[in-house]
């Protein structure tokens, strides 16, 4: 188990073309091409979603507030070996609430985490986290991160988006 606190934020954008060749202007760090589906589960605190992916499988609670502006989040996350059986147990005692479905490019820089999304009824995003795990960045500096990295690809207040792709995807439904 880890536990985590990020700062992040998510912009809606036309493209990922011109931000992933801005991103790659800093030489980072490429993870890989995932695909992944997030199954949200009915909880009383926080949320909860089991992550399944070629790259990334977790189960992951999260607490943070929807803003638009760079928003701090504490995360637990277990790294599972991808086991069906899970996200049975799971969706018996709990409820699938929605899933989400993306392809998901990932880079870092340095503790900085970049997603560059292509969400299923959605559309294309890019996610910034500044990750600390291990209690050596603080708050100020994860969220000067942040800062730097809206500013760095220029994006604009209407292009954030405070909600996750999981509230995104359960108010397209109605």
Excluded: W
């Excluded at 607490?63 to 701090?72: C, F, M, N």
Aim: hydrophobic share 40%; glycine share 4%.
């Amino acid at each position: 188990m880890s536990i985590l606190i990020n700062f992040e934020f998510k912009a809606k954008v036309a493209s990922l073309e011109p931000y992933e060749n801005k991103l790659l202007s800093l030489k980072p760090d490429f993870k890989g091409i995932d695909h992944q589906v997030d199954y949200y589960f009915h909880t009383e605190k926080g949320r909860l979603k089991l992550r399944t992916g070629n790259i990334e499988n977790a189960l992951i609670h999260y607490d943070r507030s929807d803003s638009i502006h760079a928003r701090e989040s504490k995360v637990i996350l277990y790294k599972h070996v991808t086991d069906a059986s899970l996200k049975e147990i799971l969706s018996i005692h709990l409820g699938v609430k929605t899933v989400v479905d993306k392809i998901r490019k990932i880079y870092f820089v340095e503790n900085v985490k970049f997603h560059l999304d292509l969400v299923h009824k959605l559309g294309t995003f890019i996610e910034v986290e500044a990750i600390d795990g291990e209690g050596q960045y603080s708050i100020e500096h994860l969220q000067a991160q942040c800062a730097y990295y809206m500013e760095f690809f220029g994006l604009k207040v209407e292009n954030m988006i405070a909600k996750s792709y999981a509230d995104l995807i359960m108010e397209s439904r109605v």
